[in-house]
Antibody, heavy 123, light 106 residues
Framework: QVQVVQSGAEVKKPGASVKVSCKAV????????VHWVRQAPGQGLEWMGW????????KFAQKFQGRVTMTSDTSINTANMELSRLRSDDSAVYYC????????????????WGKGTTVTVSS | SYELTQPPSVSVSPGQTVSITCSGD??????ACWFQQKPGQSPVLVIY???RRPSGIPERFSGSNSGNTATLTISGTQAMDEADYYC?????????FGGGTKLTVL
């Protein structure tokens, strides 16, 4: 079954870092970009950035520049997102999302979402 | 930075048709998508490139595009369609989401 499987919930103290992983199952990991999207409690979706798992090239939302790192390990078909200098308002569900495209075009869409990883930042 | 605007809430009676709008500058150039999110669940793609419907999405979901506005229409709305709906666009290799619209089926 095609899916992305995320790591489990995390509880962190302010100032710490968190690393969330996302394993691609049932498809060619290097063939699709991976996005990270977060959602604070009761709030909307917030895009954080993407990684090309094949090349390691990344693009981040300006808000997270300098605080987020995205990596990929093609040997285990896993993408990782690390957020540093955590604050209480970083408490959210973090989603890993696969990006697909219409064949032969540059039309993209995010078609496969993980179940989300809850990150709680609390002293 | 690029922004997408959606109405915070919309309501509809079962069996009726409802439309949710998403507006943004030159949105017609940005391959808008729509996601449905039910409480406690991950978002699900329901429309991409303004009008295309992924496999498994019911035909009652449709999308349209007109200049600066993308519209998601649900025909014959069912109780199970009650959810939050988010539009999304691509802007200079980044992703932008609208604020979301809560659809209530009364």
């Amino acid at each position: 079954q095609v899916q992305v499987v995320q790591s489990g919930a995390e509880v962190k103290k302010p100032g710490a870092s968190v690393k969330v992983s996302c394993k691609a199952v049932g498809y060619t990991f290097t063939g699709y970009y991976v996005h990270w999207v977060r959602q604070a409690p009761g709030q909307g979706l917030e895009w954080m950035g993407w990684i090309n798992p094949n090349s390691g090239v990344t693009k981040f939302a300006q808000k997270f520049q300098g605080r987020v790192t995205m990596t990929s390990d093609t040997s285990i078909n896993t993408a990782n997102m690390e957020l540093s200098r955590l604050r209480s308002d970083d408490s959210a569900v973090y989603y890993c999302v696969r990006q697909d495209r219409i064949r032969g075009t540059h039309v993209y869409y995010m078609d496969l979402w993980g179940k989300g990883t809850t990150v709680t930042v609390s002293s | 930075s690029y922004e997408l605007t959606q109405p915070p809430s919309v309501s509809v009676s079962p069996g009726q048709t409802v439309s949710i709008t998403c507006s943004g500058d030159k949105l017609g150039d940005k391959d808008a998508c729509w996601f449905q999110q039910k409480p406690g669940q991950s978002p699900v793609l329901v429309i991409y490139q303004y009008t295309r419907r992924p496999s498994g999405i019911p035909e009652r979901f449709s999308g349209s595009n007109s200049g600066n506005t993308a519209t998601l229409t649900i025909s014959g709305t069912q109780a199970m369609d009650e959810a939050d709906y988010y539009c999304q666009a691509w802007d200079s290799s980044t992703v932008v989401f609208g604020g979301g619209t809560k659809l209530t089926v009364l």
